[in-house]
């Protein structure tokens, strides 16, 4: 990265890369984590934002004050209106009731226009419901430009190009395996495919919270809570026909597993991230110890920043109010 950057557009990618040896104290394999919360934007979907827009600037030759429409659960409408906030293009973001207050707070000091939706589909999630609002925003807004960031080459390619070759670099090609967490799948299938082209001997694991229809095979729609991960449809990014050529295995989470991981992560190492995040590292961990050696090089894709889940994730009451039990990680005395 360039020590000065023209544009905070320029800051994005290049994230570290961090032993997690406190973390993985137990286990033989080495044990690292790809810090995608160190984005400008707080998560790895500022690779696909800004790969996504330079897509629709050639393709449709955009021009300051263009409007573009995303659906979106957090992240990618964070790094949508950060590129957009620098290219002068007006976003309009398509939310859900699961949307963390602080990242509809972000998108709303970045510009963006929130579009929220509160009922329910028939899987239980929010996705088909936001769909049938884009709906009607196309219609009201005939010259708006909708990224689909559940169908969208480009967001593959932008972690084909750039995530997939900088974990390769940093290990010069000796990686035995990455886990990654399922969604959209940009940036699972992007750094797949980076890696079963120069690297096919790396495992490549997919992680997703039960309840989650987003890979073939999952085991039916039921109530999530981690965002960053899972969705309410099959993304056309993970390619049925070819999905078992690029993704070896898939592990299925649940929420309490994922956070009690995620707090024991930042206690021990120092890093906050997210639920999804504590997903990808205790299946790391536990993988490792089940089906790698001493010389082995493990990766977890850390997604996003624990910041943004104070209110949720790492709230007291919201764990409870969803009888998630993870009560030894708040040690708070009131003294009143």
């Known amino acids: ?106 998108l709303r000091v970045l510009g963006a226009e929130v579009i929220k939706v509160y009922q329910r589909d028939e899987t239980g999630g929010y996705h088909l419901t936001r769909l049938s609002k884009l709906d009607s925003v196309l219609a009201e ?32 090609g000796q990686v035995r395996a990455i886990v990654m967490v399922a ?19 790396t495992d490549i694991w997919l992680v997703d919270e039960a309840g989650s229809l987003a890979l073939p095979g999952n085991g039916g729609a039921s109530p999530r809570h981690l965002n960053g991960m899972g969705t309410s449809i099959a ?10 050529t690029f993704i070896d295995h898939v592990v299925y989470v649940n929420a309490e597993d994922s ?21 990808a590292v205790q299946v790391m961990r536990d993988v490792a110890a089940a089906h790698y050696g001493a010389d082995d090089n493990l990766v977890a894709l850390l997604p996003d920043h624990g910041s943004r889940y104070t209110e949720t994730q790492f709230d007291p009451d919201w764990l409870a109010a969803r009888g998630i039990n993870v009560p030894e990680i708040f040690n708070v005395e009131d003294e009143s």
């Not at 990618?76 to 002068?88: E, F, H, I, Q, R």
């Not at 909708?146 to 900088?166: I, K, N, W």
């Not at 969604?183 to 001997?201: N, V």
């Not at 993304?235 to 078992?244: E, K, M, Q, R, V």
């Open 183 to 201: 969604g959209t799948g940009g940036s699972s299938m992007g750094i797949a495919r980076f890696f079963k082209e120069h690297s096919p001997q």
């Open 1 to 106: 990265m360039n020590a000065i950057c023209s544009t905070v557009l320029d800051a994005i990618g290049d994230t570290p890369m961090v032993s997690l040896a406190a973390f993985g104290k137990d286990t033989l394999p080495h044990l690292y984590a790809k810090l995608e919360c160190t984005n400008p934007g707080g998560s790895m979907k500022d690779r696909a934002a800004k790969g996504m827009i330079e897509w629709a600037e050639r393709e449709h030759n955009l021009t300051s004050g263009a409007r573009i429409v995303v659906c979106t659960s957090g992240n990618m409408g964070v790094g949508m209106a950060m590129v957009c906030a620098v290219k002068g293009y007006q976003l309009m973001c398509l939310v859900d009731a699961k949307i963390n207050p602080a990242t509809e707070n972000c």
């Open 141 to 172: 807004y005939p010259d708006a430009i909708y990224l689909d960031q559940y169908d969208s080459p480009a967001a593959v390619m932008s972690h084909s190009t750039s995530t997939g070759p900088e974990i390769y670099n940093a290990f010069q």
């Open 259 to 279: 956070i009690r991981a995620a707090i024991e992560l930042a206690r021990c190492e120092g890093i906050l991230v997210g639920g999804s995040g504590g997903a």
């Open 235 to 244: 993304p056309a990014n993970y390619g049925p026909a070819d999905f078992h």
